[in-house]
Nanobody, 125 residues
């Protein structure tokens, strides 16, 4: 599967942005989980959100819970991350990835198989 992340850009604090992860070559539904991770300059890659195959279960890091929403459109083979009330500390490259891991492993990037190239989100004051 090839993953193409898009939608990043420059936004002011408190603003909103939606990033997308479009898949080709294989259905995202072939994987148990699709996740979003981010990596800020000088920091390790961290878990942001994940959604299970059915779309009925979603998971978030504490830092984005209540502000970000992950969703999927299986017909478009795409997963979205809606980001609201953005903060300076949300500035990072955002990556999507697929995994067949069970629940306990969804928070670790090591359990994800295929990765998109990343899209840069910059939040300014």
């Amino acid at each position: 599967v090839q993953l193409q992340a898009s939608g990043g850009g420059l936004v002011q604090t408190g603003g909103s942005l939606r990033v997308s992860c479009a898949a080709s070559g294989r259905s995202l539904s072939d994987y148990n989980v699709v996740g979003w991770f981010r990596q800020a300059p000088g920091k390790e890659r961290e878990f942001v959100a994940a959604i299970r195959r059915s779309g009925g279960h979603t998971y978030y890091s504490d830092s984005v819970k209540g502000r970000f929403t992950i969703s999927r459109d299986n017909a478009k083979n795409t997963v979205y991350l809606q980001m609201n009330n953005l903060k300076l500390e949300d500035t990072a490259v955002y990556y999507c990835a697929t995994s067949n891991v069970v629940l306990s492993g969804i928070y670790s990037s090591a359990n994800y198989i295929y990765w998109g190239q990343g899209t840069l989100v910059t939040v300014s004051s």
